[in-house]
């Protein structure tokens, strides 16, 4: 038997014990009839539970929660009709040496009114029955709603991860592809760090968090990558903090803002200037670019362009209420700000 199942019979147990003590408990260092205690109050309650447990594990789920409400409410009167027939009974038999209760002109009050007022009393275990059935199927609903949505975030996230994996590798091979002829050398020390790169990403990043500053070892090697295939026209400059380990955070976020700053912020002809700058406020990351704005046309197939929708899709899912993204154009130049709140 589950912990859940354990304690769910415990509480059972318990309530039906405090129900039974409860003549004792109010009686308390008065004289107890027990004769009438048993009448009166237990045999009741032997009833209660009765229509209790009869619809909280056979009626509620074959006809309530089935739409067959009718059928529910019919079933429900015959067996309180036959709970208070059988009470009444048992107390003409066995206790009629007890009598009824009497009226100041000596007469018991009407059966009319007893039978009603019985079948409001039995009425209280088939609601008691109901809500505690319904909460419960609720809380049940509400859990496998929430797992299933935790289930398609994963999923999405997941997706989202394979999908950045190679558009970065098809990204990376198009620089690579570009220094093989300029220099061949470069080219080959390209391939070896992007490999470690890769190696990174397929092992490391499959966790839901990394520390941070395996990240910023992962985007500096990248950046060294990068530069092997700029010209002397394009000045680099990034700055990452030194105390990140303690920091927690998702695997490859900021790495499409920095292939963005050097897919178009970089040009053959022209000076131009990246720079790269992380900071941290507390548990707060704080991740800016800026570069100048050289656009691509229609024709330039360098990328797929999924880079900064991937990474807004991630945000909206993982950091939700959590993070400021904004990207700007001034004086031709590009601005991102990314602010992460990891806790």
Known sequence: MDKNKKIT????????????????????????????????????????????????????DKYLFKKETLLFILINVLIIAVCITAKEQIESTIFSDLGRPKNNDGKGPPLKMMIYVQMFSYLAPLLFSIAVKTTKRWVKT?????????????????????????????????????????????????????????????????????????????????IELMKLRVSEKTLVNFSFPKNGSHIKIAPLLFISLIENAFKHGVSANQDSKIEILMTLEGDKVIFKTKNNNFPKNTQDKSGSGIGLQNLEKRLQLLYAGKYKFNTRVENNLFIVNLELETI
């Open 142 to 222: 509400e859990a496998e709603r929430k797992e299933a949505a935790n289930f398609k975030l994963q999923s999405e996230l997941q997706h989202l991860h394979y999908q950045l994996q190679p558009h970065f590798f098809f990204n990376s091979l198009n620089n690579i592809y570009a220094l093989v002829d300029i220099s061949p050398e470069q080219a080959k020390t390209s391939i070896h760090s992007l490999s470690k790169l890769m190696r990174y990403m397929l092992y490391e990043t499959k966790e839901e968090k990394v520390a941070l500053n395996k990240e910023i070892e992962f985007m500096t090697k990248y």
């Open 9 to 60: 019979l415990f509480a059972h147990v318990l309530v039906w014990l405090v129900l039974f003590s409860m003549p004792y408990i109010l009686s308390y260092g008065q004289e107890q009839d027990i004769s009438r205690i048993i009448a009166h109050f237990w045999i009741p309650i032997f009833f209660y539970a009765i229509i209790f447990y009869t619809n909280f594990f056979i009626l509620i």
